[in-house]
């Protein structure tokens, strides 16, 4: 029991070329948005979404608020979330004014129901918010369908979802517009960081305007609308440039650990592993089973044992229509359950093989 043994839930992997661009940009001085690794980091992660425009952000919350905001959403509007998701998602939406509405999550993939989201529309939806929970996608063609229907934007919170694919397609060109996380535990980190990636030219260019508190080319100090400061710094870019330089061996590695704990904790009563839907290139942002209850503890007695052990988990997501800020006395069942049962076991870049055998070890004996 006496191990000096710490694995952390995420850790990210920076080394020596995020030291070098970094040290770069603090060499040049352009220490603040302008500069070329802002520009070169929004070209190459839109690039790596195969969509044609990126609009880097301070971090991926704001990234989500400035796209609600460049498509006028705003009071009197409705816009559909998942309950299951971070509060980021919901508290973004209500920065605009608008009203986060939530539905359930869909039992085979965790992620916003479809079936559930036509019956959650109004006169007043605007928007829909799907999420690619821990990493896999959201069933986008069902959705986009029904925003077809009703004339509504699909913008993906892709936070978790870095280089996950839809049918083949990926994660940031699958809805009107998509915004990423690169916050220090997501798949690759600017330290603090988000992006707003989109194909539609006005759009991207209204982000632009907005992030910069809306100033005129021609005018720089006068201002015709409330704008906001929402810029990425070029130090922040730097990192970025460096990070996604290695995202393809990032997500190997994350698809490499979670086979190895599906190997070995596959067949544990009571632990259900991650889905990956058929149509799902999932990219395990988190490792994110599910403790039922014939495991026979349960869950955050499953995370106290864990932490004994010197291992590091964290539960689902709690359910964004309970919390006192959004309680309006809905219940959701599907995402309930989840958010009682899951459990985000150690999934960082760093992990070794070895600390994921120590927490499959842990895992088994403590059922006995
Ligand atoms: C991390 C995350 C965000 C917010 O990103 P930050 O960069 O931390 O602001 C938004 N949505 C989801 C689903 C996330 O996991």
Known sequence: MNNHRHIPVAEPKIGERELELVSDCVRSGWVSSKGKYVNQFEQ??????GVKYGVATFNGTIALHLVLAALNIGAGDEVIVPSLTFVATANAVAYTGATPIFVDSEPETWNIDPAAIEAAITPRTK?????H??????????????????????????????????????????GDAAIFSFMGNKIITTGEGGVVVTDDQSLAERCFFLQNHA????????HTEIG?????????????????EQIDEF??????????????????PGLVIPPQAEWAETVYWMFAPLITPEFGLDRDTVMAKL????????????????????????????????SVQGIN?????????????FVCDVLIEMRR
């Not at 821990?134 to 892709?158: F, S």
């Not at 988990?313 to 359950?337: I, N, T, W």
């Open 215 to 222: 100033r005129q080319p021609d005018s720089p100090y006068w």
């Open 127 to 131: 928007a829909i918010i799907p999420v």
């Open 228 to 244: 906001f400061n929402y810029r990425m710094t070029n130090l922040q870019a730097a990192l970025g440039v460096a990070q996604l």
């Open 307 to 338: 932490r004994e052990r010197g291992i590091e988990s964290r539960p689902f997501f709690g359910c964004v229509h309970q919390m006192p800020m959004y309680d309006s006395g809905q219940s959701l069942p599907v995402a309930e359950k989840l």
């Open 133 to 174: 929970l821990y990493g896999h996608p959201a069933d986008m063609d069902a959705i986009n369908a029904i925003a077809r229907r009703h004339n509504l934007w699909v913008i993906e919170d892709a936070a978790e979802a870095h280089g996950a694919k839809y049918r083949g397609k990926p994660a940031g060109s699958l």
């Open 251 to 268: 997500i190997a590695i994350r698809r490499r650990n979670a086979a190895h704990y599906m190997a070995r904790l596959g067949d544990v």
């Open 44 to 49: 190459n992660f839109a690039e790596f979404c």
């Open 345 to 357: 076991l150690p999934s960082g870049t760093t992990l070794s093989a070895a600390d994921i055998d």
